[in-house]
């Protein structure tokens, strides 16, 4: 299937993506809420399964309805595999070992596997050369971004690390897979309730034998409100979006939100919990900006081009 994937994104798309970066990147606020009373494995469960009541209320409301044939219910079932059950499973195991700022950095790199991914298995989102530079000038600014604590910390739990890089490159797979619902004349609505829903009918059973929630204690107000936010803003909302960047930037510009998360992620923190902006986080940006402009190459080609005839002074 030919995609709009190659060209630079139209400042509509850029808007979605940076909507979709705030949405995710509030979800480690929620997060951090949400795991005080309950598990790491009941919170995803609440949150897909909670976003896919949300959605199915809102598919209803809008008169939307889902596919019912079996084929693109495979195909839901394996993207909830790929973008939900496998990466969300790794990272909880990864972060049980390793520190959140390794594993931002891990994850990050979810765009440079995507890159590769898209090259091997599209006609349409090959490798260049301003790609790849934009890929390690995004990588290197969420590393500055992160800090060096983080960054001496790599090499350290390997397994835990390896299990943070297959979770990108899960994500970075899911975002080929999920190319194939525009082809199937899904809409970004129906794709991501059928994602969620799908994910939540697999992980269920997984959550059931290894939290066992009906021993847990009662989750409080402010627990309930961050698997509200979670499940409405961080994956129902964030999920529509995320399909309708795919449909049409495509998926090596979609991968582009995990260089966007950090800087909203930190940004949320300044606004909501008085967090300090160190200059750290300022080069960092800048690093991401500059990758995020090579990938685009909006900017390249403004430059002027080089004739034949012109000449280096001696």
Same mark, same amino acid.
């Given at each position: 299937m030919s995609q709009p994937a190659a060209r630079p994104m139209s400042p509509a798309?850029?808007?979605?993506?940076?909507?979709?970066?705030?949405?995710?990147?509030?979800?480690?606020?929620?997060?951090?809420?949400?795991?005080?009373?309950?598990?790491?494995?009941?919170v995803v469960v609440c949150r897909v399964s909670l976003a896919a009541l949300v959605l199915i209320a809102i598919c209803r409301i809008?008169?939307?309805?889902?596919?019912r044939a079996p084929r693109i219910w495979a195909a839901f079932f394996g993207m909830g595999l790929l973008n939900n059950v496998i990466p969300f499973?790794?990272?909880?195991?990864?972060?049980?070992?390793?520190?959140?700022?390794?594993?931002?950095?891990?994850?990050a790199t979810t765009p440079l596997f995507t890159v590769l991914v898209a090259h091997?298995?599209?006609?349409?989102?090959?490798?260049?050369?301003?790609?790849?530079?934009?890929?390690?000038?995004?990588?290197?600014?969420?590393?500055?971004?992160?800090?060096?604590?983080?960054?001496?910390?790599?090499?350290?739990?390997?397994?835990a690390q390896l299990a943070c890089l297959a979770a990108a490159l899960s994500y970075a797979f899911a975002g080929i897979f999920g190319?194939?619902?525009?082809?199937?004349?899904?809409?970004p609505l129906a794709t991501a309730t059928g994602q969620v829903t799908a994910a939540s009918v697999m992980l269920w059973p997984l959550m059931l034998l290894i939290d066992r929630p009906w021993t847990l204690p009662l989750p409080g107000p402010e627990t309930l409100?961050?698997?509200? $936010?979670? #499940? &409405? +803003?961080?994956?129902? =909302? %964030?999920?529509?979006?995320?399909?309708?960047?795919?449909?049409?930037?495509?998926?090596?510009?979609?991968?582009?939100?995990?260089?966007?998360?950090?800087?909203?992620?930190?940004?949320? $923190?300044? #606004? &909501? +919990?008085?967090?300090? =902006? %160190?200059?750290?986080?300022?080069?960092?940006?800048?690093?991401?900006a500059a990758g995020l402009a090579a990938m685009d190459g909006r900017i390249l080609r403004l430059l002027p081009a080089r004739r034949p005839d012109d000449r280096s002074p001696e």
């Open positions: 798309e850029w808007a979605m993506l940076i909507a979709l970066s705030l949405l995710w990147g509030g979800s480690f606020f929620f997060n951090g809420l949400a795991v005080r009373d309950l598990p790491t494995l009941t809008a008169g939307v309805r889902l596919p499973s790794l990272i909880v195991w990864g972060q049980s070992h390793i520190a959140s700022g390794v594993a931002s950095i891990l994850n091997v298995l599209t006609r349409d989102e090959k490798l260049t050369p301003p790609r790849l530079a934009g890929v390690a000038l995004g990588l290197a600014g969420v590393a500055v971004m992160i800090g060096g604590g983080a960054m001496a910390a790599l090499g350290r739990d390997v397994l190319r194939r619902f525009r082809a199937l004349g899904v809409a409100g961050a698997l509200a $936010g979670l #499940a &409405v +803003l961080s994956t129902a =909302l %964030a999920y529509v979006l995320y399909f309708r960047i795919l449909s049409s930037a495509g998926a090596t510009n979609l991968s582009l939100v995990t260089f966007l998360v950090p800087v909203s992620a930190i940004i949320l $923190g300044i #606004a &909501v +919990l008085d967090e300090v =902006l %160190a200059p750290r986080h300022l080069a960092g940006m800048a690093l991401i």
